[in-house]
């Protein structure tokens, strides 16, 4: 970090003062991004038109569906930047509010500069590794018949996955971006109006759901549109357009390679601010949350939008591009099984649901409007009672537009009923997304009976509200993996009696249906992540109105929007778990698509009584357990070196407790952004090595004993065994981590006690604990699983 965050050189306080530092040496922005704001207006307007220009005929050669799906991404990005005029035309209050959003902006750039700028060379390093290994593997018969030799297959895959890496660093900047200059209005508005602040709030998380969701449709669809018109596809003598998808895989893995990492580095960084910020500020100082005085605030705060915000966009990018590609594999083996005459449709099903996941998303983030209102919370609704009605609204929709998309799409001639299966397999999805959010949001907050018990286990001491708080998270896992299991039967099952057959007769359509099920769980995921970006928007509102000392009427209006937020962050990461549970079912089936390809030999199933493949399995279950173990770790190491210099800092300038002297909020996140970095590494790679290693040693070993396909077998034992153990622990982290936050919001209320009770400091202690659980090492898992998945995917051919 630069100079000026290190050594802070800041003034004495003066009575109760409301000037803070300013962190920023240099610009942050990205290159890309600086270039163009200094173009000249009209030679931009040329670029553009150029461009959209280009991708437009390329989508014309390609499918006029290809078109509509470009025309709905480019109106969502207009309709994005109307809602950042929107924002941004909001005033930032007065300058003390204007100066401490102007150090968590600096803060937060300024680390994710550092962060990407690593995670690019890993994912420059990788990208030669995987251009090697394509150089020397064997084709498909596929590849073989269309001409497309090794340089051409290795230069598609690599340039896949650095493009999917792009625009997945895009996704968490963006999302980074619109927190950093929100949270300051939010907090302005919380002055005037509690339905104002709300409606910032969500607006700000719905320009950064469209741009998201929309650049990772249009980025897949690019891809498809390009190597469509490259390699000539359905021509005579070239490839197949059913065969296509398979090469878009890398987009998938490169989108989830730095996912992963901004995950991991943001999850470490926020919840080792936060821990050291709470530790021992609310628990040894006995000062209330984002206090000014403390000097961890800042870090927190800039953890917020480094972890909940860039990193949230970055997985929900990969999400939905990993299920899209996935779901295009699918749609085009069952296609090919089926010999249905145009294939297209059921290729190009998942673009078309996301496109208008864009639209039924963007109704629902309006519909959510300022009204009138005294400014105090008891003048308005419940923030999560808005908010549901948002989703409810997006919900209906979503229905509906999958209905017409199944009946426009997959409707064919050989099975003209199969349309409506697809559409009910479409509403499972919907059904499975609805009860996640209601579940997860039944366990997390406060105004239900499980949150309320973890608090009251809170005024026996520390130790039951820990006991209390893990039997909690264990028993969530039940009624999700339920909804999981009867999801995917009910899927596969509707699928299965589609009518769509093969040559010989056997149904073809049970995993596509999964597939479908698992678009419509995802087919109001742009609303979604609007209500997970509130989440970090209105906490950092509520740390703004603290630091800046406002009136208790306005922090009394962001207390609730946090706790709001912290059921929307919670709920989201449930709906993300869920989501990567059935994407990771679809991955593991055309991961063994894929080797059937290669290897030219049946691949149908995983025999686990073999005792290396149980070993295998084994050793992806421990590699969850083990990740686990180091991103937890690498959150409390940090952590503790951010406890030391706090208390060394409330030791050295005793003046700070009584406002006569500023703390060094500077050095906190240099130690934190250091740290996090450093830390970041270790489970990074072991979840990127271990599945490319227990592929090759297995496949020597294969070799050598005449099993020349044990190599692959292992490792859909590891992927298969590392998901359901994955899901289960994630599912475990996230619930228990956001029951135990909310267990001390409901205490700061003022039950058991209130602020500064014993049962309050047994709280902020389960809290601490449940910080790594439901931000780092929670939301890390899923992008692991559906890594894995992806990884395996591009490796294939090594494992043969």
Known sequence: ????????????????????????????????????????????????????????????STSPIIVFVFSICIVSFILSIYLTKWVLAKDEGPPEMAQISDAIRDGAEGFFKTQYGTISKMALFLAVVIFGIYMFRTTTPQQEASGIGRLTSASITVFSFLLGAVCSGMAGYVGMWVSVRANVRVSS?????????????????????????????????????????????????????????????????GASFVALFAQLGGGIFTKAADVGADLVGKVEQGIPEDDPRNPAVIADLVGDNVGDCAARGADLFESIAAEIISAMILGGTMAQKCKIEDPSGFILFPLVIHSFDLIISSVGIFSIRATRDPGAMGGMEDPMTILQKGYSITIVLAVITFGFTTRWMLYTEQAPSAWFNFALCGLVGITTAYLFVWITQYYTDYKHEPVRRLALSSSTGHGTNIIAGISLGLESTALPVLVISVAIVSAFWLGNTSGLVDEAGNPTGGLFGTAVATMGMLSTAAYVLTMDMFGPIADNAGGIVEMSQQPESVREITDILDAAGNTTKATTKGFAIGSAALASFLLFSAYMDEVASFARVPFAQVDIAIPEVFVGGLLGSMLIFLFSAW???????????????????????????????????????????????????????????????????????????????????????????????????????????????????????????????????????GDTVGDPFKDTAGPSLHVLIKMLATITLVMAPVFL
Request: glycine content about 10%; some cysteine.
């Open 1 to 60: 970090m630069d100079d000026a965050m290190e050594t802070g050189n800041l003034a004495p306080y003066q009575e109760r003062p409301r000037t803070f530092p300013n962190m920023r040496s240099k610009p942050s922005t990205p290159l890309v991004f600086r270039i163009l704001m200094t173009m000249n207006v009209r030679l931009l307007f040329v670029l553009m038109f150029v461009v959209f220009g280009g991708i437009f005929y390329i989508g014309a």
């Open 189 to 253: 508005a919380a002055r005037r109006s509690a339905r104002e602040a709300l409606q910032i709030a969500v607006r700000a998380g719905g320009f950064s759901a469209l741009v998201v969701v929309g650049m990772a449709v249009i980025g897949v669809a690019i891809l498809y549109a390009t190597f469509y018109v490259w390699l000539g596809v359905d021509t005579p003598g070239s490839m197949k357009v059913t065969d296509l998808p398979l090469l878009l895989v890398g987009y998938g893995f």
């Open 631 to 765: 991103a937890c770790a690498a959150v409390g190491r940090t952590a503790q070196e951010v406890v030391n210099e706090v208390r060394r800092q409330f030791i050295e300038r005793p003046g700070i407790m009584e406002y006569k002297d500023k703390p060094d909020y500077g050095r906190c996140v240099a130690i934190v952004a250091a740290a996090s970095l450093r830390e970041m590494i270790k489970p990074g790679a072991l979840a990127v090595v271990s599945p490319i290693f227990i592929g090759i040693v297995f496949r020597i070993l294969g070799y050598y004993t005449g099993h020349p396909l044990l190599g692959a077998k292992v490792v859909a034992s590891m992927l298969m065994f590392a998901t359901v153990s994955g899901i289960l622990m994630a599912l475990f982290f996230n619930t228990a981590g956001g029951a135990w936050d909310n267990a001390k919001k409901y205490i700061e209320t003022g039950a058991l006690g209130g602020k500064g009770s014993e049962s309050h400091k047994a709280a902020v202690t």
